[in-house]
């Protein structure tokens, strides 16, 4: 049951991510029971993930829709990552990587080499692994859990233009590689809040160019 209420919450959450589901629409259960072909059951525990996750509101005698995410709701949310990047940077080099250290070597690597070709679709899959590595060196499971949550529901709102980070972001990604495999706490944390800091400064000016 949990292995096909997790199934079921992967493909909506993808599908509003992508705007495939748009704002608004209404999740009705038997309709999405039918289409995965699963009971009602965990279709209710996916909307309840959906829910507690922001992606979705639940009202009484209304069922579930999608939610509408605001400029606001994305700066904020950017906001509370940058404290949570900075803490899993900052706990990551004290550990020097731990059992990380060679994979974060490799995606600094994979993402330079990628950024040199100027294989700007090969980068953000790469951005996302190297949050991800970094979060995992943390040592710390439950600030994983946050960042990864966090990760999914701003890139909900916010879809960064590479193209204005192509010549920074790796060798961002390489300072803060360097600053946690040489066990430097403070500037690792630095770095990586400086380095989350820009790209809210790009949301904001995209949000401003786009009204």
Request: no cysteine.
């Amino acid at each position: 049951m949990v292995a096909k209420s997790n199934s079921v919450v992967t493909v909506l959450r993808a599908e509003i991510i992508d705007g495939t589901i748009a704002a608004g629409t209404r999740l009705k259960e038997e309709a999405i029971a039918t289409r995965f072909g699963v009971s009602r059951v965990p279709i209710r525990e996916a909307l309840l993930q959906l829910e507690s996750e922001g992606f979705i509101n639940t009202e009484k005698y209304k069922g579930a829709t999608v939610s509408a995410r605001s400029q606001h709701d994305v700066v904020e949310l950017m906001q509370v990552r940058r404290g949570l990047e900075v803490l899993a940077a900052t706990l990551a080099a004290e550990a020097r990587g731990g059992d990380q250290a060679e994979h974060l070597r490799a995606v600094v690597a994979r993402g330079r080499q990628a950024g040199e070709d100027g294989a700007v679709n090969e980068l953000p899959p790469l951005i996302m692994e190297f949050h991800e590595v970094v979060a995992r060196a943390s040592g710390n499971a439950e600030l994983a859990r946050m960042l990864d949550e966090l990760l999914r529901r701003i890139s909900w709102g916010f879809e960064l233009e590479i193209e204005d980070r192509i010549d920074t972001s790796w060798a961002d990604h390489a300072a803060i590689a360097t600053a946690i495999l040489g066990g430097s706490p403070v500037q690792a944390g630095y770095l990586m809040g400086e380095h989350i800091l820009k790209d809210e400064m790009i949301y904001r000016r995209q949000s401003i160019s786009s009204d």
